[in-house]
């Protein structure tokens, strides 16, 4: 089975920018997605193939994956971003399966 | 506007089943693989079970497997999700979602969301 681990909280300041990360085993060998969820609501996408950006999502969101971590940044940060942040892969050497990270809980301070 | 829409949540007591439906809009539900995702009360997301375009392929989550099974129908643009031995732990909003891509990649559109409570 493959692991993901996201930091349960990150804090910062509006305006200025937060980076969360998604560690995993090599996991720069793989795709790696990111998703934005708010309270009672479903994920959106936000991130895709590292860093690709779906239409519709600010140029503020960026992503990353080396080595093994990957990083989603959102640059100039604003109170609407507060929300939580999911990274995932699929893992499909054996018994292939989607995994999630934990996620992490941005703080708009 | 793409839209995918769960029914079929609800209350059902331990060792309960349960049939789950998603039907797809505006969407060319036929082309991709489908997954069911839930998310447990305070939790992360937890990814459930995959199908792909014809059916042809089928994952399930080690926590589900052999009480759940996964179907389409694609001439009805449905996608279902029938739970059986339910558990207090099956307890979760269950998200029907689409693959993003060509499979095996990101999952969007995502639906709504249908609540599952096992309880007694």
């Known amino acids: 089975s493959y692991v993901l681990t996201q930091p349960p909280s990150v804090s910062v300041a509006p305006g200025k920018t937060a980076r969360m990360t998604c560690e995993g085993d090599?996991?720069?060998?793989?795709?790696v997605h990111w998703y934005q969820q708010k309270p009672g609501q479903a994920p959106v996408l936000v991130i895709y193939?590292?860093?690709d950006r779906p239409s519709g999502i600010p140029e503020r969101f960026s992503g990353s994956n080396s080595g093994n971590t990957a990083t989603l940044t959102i640059s100039r940060v604003e109170a609407g971003d507060e929300a939580d942040y999911h990274c995932?892969?699929?893992?499909?050497?054996?018994?292939?399966?989607?995994?999630f990270g934990g996620g992490t809980k941005l703080t708009v301070l | 506007e793409v839209q995918l829409v769960e029914s079929g949540g609800g209350l059902v007591q331990p060792g309960g089943s349960l049939r789950l439906s998603c039907v797809a809009s505006?969407?060319?539900?036929?082309?991709?693989?489908m997954n069911w995702v839930r998310q447990a009360p305070g939790k992360g997301l937890e990814w459930v079970s995959s199908?792909?375009?014809?059916?042809?392929?089928?994952y399930y989550a080690n926590s589900v497997k052999g009480r759940f099974t996964i179907s389409r129908d694609n001439a009805r643009n449905s996608l279902y999700l029938q739970m059986s031995s339910l558990r207090a732990d099956d307890t979760a909003v269950y998200y029907c979602?689409?693959?993003?891509?060509?499979?095996?990649?990101?999952?969007?559109?995502w639906g709504q969301g249908t609540q599952v409570t096992v309880s007694s």
């Open positions: 979602v689409s693959d993003g891509g060509s499979g095996y990649t990101w999952l969007d559109p």
């Open positions: 505006a969407f060319g539900f036929s082309g991709y693989s």
């Open positions: 199908i792909s375009a014809t059916s042809s392929y089928i």
């Open positions: 090599n996991i720069g060998s793989r795709s």
């Open positions: 193939y590292d860093s």
């Open positions: 995932q892969v699929w893992y499909t050497e054996s018994d292939p399966h989607v995994v």
